[in-house]
């Protein structure tokens, strides 16, 4: 996955005094995201919501993305979209979007649901107010901080040999597979949750953790952390009811995968993509007896 570079977007807490051009505007109703309502490439208004006869209920700056500025904004659920453009939910655009325009949109939602959930203070119920030159949100009367908030998701994708173990949670699409992942528990390291998360949801013990990538996931705040790891021990058993089903599978007998924008795919495409450049290593470097 390309990382995006640090001259790409540039994160900022002002926005810039005069409008500057091609700006992109971030505008949500709900969790849908304003975009052009033709089947084409998705865009973004270059132009703030009350340009277009929508009425914000909050908006704030993002930073700058290649030199243009980015918006975000959140418009209540009475609103229409003006002509030309249409409310649209984030999965359902993947067909229509790159890497940039999602992930730029991940982090517009995350920051406008951030803004709108905090609001008030958790500790003392007073009105908090943004806090200047910092993306944190202050309670004047307690002085506690919020800030965005992000929960990391530890992924894991087992090899055994050639093939892969696969699982598919019950709230999946019909027929999708994908790598196994579990939210990260408080004091625990990513190593650990990955040895628990494997242990839980399918009963076998990993070795061999390696990093593979990370991606933000916007569904709502998920920061996902993919790791490869080598099967090292068990039997599958499912007992967690977020596992409905899984099992082994190699390259060429492959179930439905998960859209090839989310780190998943990636994840189960690179392994698959080293195991056929390298297969007699891929092949020969366990001794474990294959269980069909
Ligand atoms: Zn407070």
């Given amino acids: ?51 277009l006869a929508l009425r914000p209920l909050r908006e704030g700056f993002l930073g700058t993305f290649r030199g243009a500025p980015c918006y975000v904004a959140e418009v209540g659920k009475e609103e229409v979209a003006p002509a030309g453009w249409a409310f649209e939910g984030l999965r359902r655009l993947f067909a229509r979007v790159d890497d940039d325009f999602f992930r730029l949109a991940a982090r517009a939602f995350q920051i406008k649901e951030w803004d709108r959930c905090h609001r008030y203070c958790g500790a003392c119920s007073s009105e908090t107010v943004r806090k200047p030159g910092e993306r944190a949100r202050e309670c004047p009367a307690c002085g506690e901080l919020f800030y965005p908030r992000l929960s990391p998701v530890v992924m894991i994708l087992i090899r055994r040999g050639r093939e892969l173990l696969l699982a598919r949670s019950p709230r999946f699409p019909k027929g999708m597979y994908s790598a196994l992942a579990g939210f990260v528990e408080p004091g625990e390291t990513l190593e650990e949750t990955a040895a628990r998360e494997v242990r839980e949801e399918v009963g076998l013990e990993i070795a061999g953790l390696r990093y593979f990538g990370s991606q933000s996931w916007p569904f709502p705040h998920s920061l996902m952390i993919a790791f490869v790891a080598e099967y090292a021990g068990g039997e599958i058993r499912l007992q967690d009811p977020e596992i409905e089903d899984a099992g082994w599978y190699s ?42």
């Avoid at 995006?4 to 700006?23: M, S």
């Fill in 251 to 292: 390259p060429d007998r492959l179930p439905e995968l998960p859209h090839p924008l989310s780190i998943a795919r990636r994840l189960i495409d690179g392994v698959i993509g080293q195991t056929q450049r390298k297969p007699g290593r891929a092949d020969s470097s366990h001794g474990i007896v294959r269980r069909e």
């Fill in 1 to 51: 996955m390309r990382p995006l570079a640090e001259q790409d977007f540039l994160p900022g807490i002002e926005p810039p005094a005069e409008p500057a051009p091609g700006a992109r505007w971030y505008v949500f109703q709900e969790a849908r995201l304003l975009v052009s309502a033709d089947q084409g490439p998705a865009r973004v208004p270059g132009r703030p919501p009350q340009d």
